[in-house]
């Protein structure tokens, strides 16, 4: 069953791309051995393919792992997923709306920090 998404102590997501092949066991191998992380921590993993269309998250609920798979449908429907290979991100909650909405997590190029008083 699907948690609650606050619930998660952290939301990690493998920047690059994934075999999307590797179920359970392999997608926790990859957090253990090239992130060096707990795969049975309170933590929800987002993966993403290829072609940006296809994303799997993985977490461990207390007696077992789940494994979600969203599959984008549509002409050019792609998730805007950071291409640094062989990274993780810890994210937020907000930002993990951002990429379902199909938005980038991260600032446009050239531009600097925001800030209240540039748009006052």
């Not at 926790?28 to 051995?33: D, E, H, L, T, W």
Request: charged fraction near 25%.
């Amino acid at each position: 069953m699907l948690k609650d998404i606050t619930s998660y102590d952290g939301i990690y997501l493998a920047c690059g791309i994934t075999d999307m092949r590797r179920s359970v066991d392999g997608l926790a191998i990859i957090v253990k051995q090239n992130f060096k992380m707990d795969p049975f921590a309170n933590y929800l993993f987002l993966f993403c393919n290829r072609n940006r269309n296809r994303l799997k998250a993985l977490n461990w609920d207390g007696n077992g792992f789940a494994l979600y798979y969203k599959r984008l449908d549509g002409a050019g429907a792609r998730f805007k997923w950071p291409n640094s290979p062989s990274d993780v991100r810890n994210i937020t909650i907000r930002q993990v709306h951002m990429l379902m909405d199909g938005l980038s997590i991260d600032p446009p190029k050239g531009f600097g920090e925001v800030t209240a008083r540039d748009f006052c």
